[in-house]
């Protein structure tokens, strides 16, 4: 999903889209031991850093939220 963000940014610019994405990640409730989905979004965040960290900047202050969260 990273890499189609990745793609789609490249032709398109679609920043509605990945901010929006990220919005709904912030909203994902998890438990407070570690499972699949808690890995995958982890990764999913790290590979979309990695790939267009222009997007995940815009919205450090919403994941930012999520983080901090116990």
């Known amino acids: 999903m990273a890499e189609l963000l990745n793609l ?27 499972n699949k989905e808690s890995r995958f979004i982890s990764r999913f965040l790290v590979k979309l850093a990695e790939t267009i960290p222009r997007m995940v900047l815009r919205q450090t202050v919403v994941l930012q939220a999520r983080l901090s969260r116990k």
């Open 8 to 34: 789609l940014t490249k032709e398109f610019d679609p920043v509605q889209l990945t901010d929006e994405i990220l919005r709904e990640i912030v909203k994902v409730p998890f438990g407070a031991q570690e």
